[in-house]
């Protein structure tokens, strides 16, 4: 079956960076967009960015603009995350996600999703 693996969370300062990656396997990866997610303890889980198929369009929620950066390698099959500037308030589980409609925030609109990679950020 499908499955995306998130790798790259650990413990950082804030102010500090981080890059995450999610593998696709068993997935026609270049026919999905992919979203990036996350969910802190008490919070529900919320959009952080997305990236179309062929990775020439990106967006990003407000809360990370100028901060976060997602790309995207067909060949490898992978979805990237690059965060710098990190602040203590991204701390969370990051979720990569695949779906076939590109543009949307809402969870529900994905099919396919990692097992997620703790992302911690230290005052």
């Known amino acids: 079956q499908v499955q995306l693996v998130e790798t790259g969370g650990g413990l950082v300062q804030a102010g500090g960076s981080l890059r995450l990656s999610c593998a696709a396997y068993?997935?026609?990866?270049?026919?999905?967009?992919m979203g990036w997610f996350r969910q802190a303890p008490g919070k529900e889980r919320e959009f952080v960015a997305a990236?179309?198929?062929?990775?020439?369009?990106?967006y990003y929620a407000d809360s990370v603009k100028g901060r976060f950066t997602i790309s995207r390698d067909n060949a490898k099959n992978t979805v990237y995350l690059q965060m710098n500037s990190l602040k203590p308030e991204d701390t969370a589980v990051y979720y990569c996600?695949?779906?076939?409609?590109?543009?949307?925030?809402?969870?529900?609109?994905?099919?396919?999703w990692g097992q997620g990679t703790q992302v911690t950020v230290s005052s």
């Open positions: 068993r997935l026609t990866f270049s026919t999905y967009a």
């Open positions: 996600a695949a779906g076939l409609t590109y543009g949307t925030k809402r969870p529900v609109a994905y099919d396919y």
């Open positions: 990236i179309s198929r062929s990775g020439d369009s990106t």
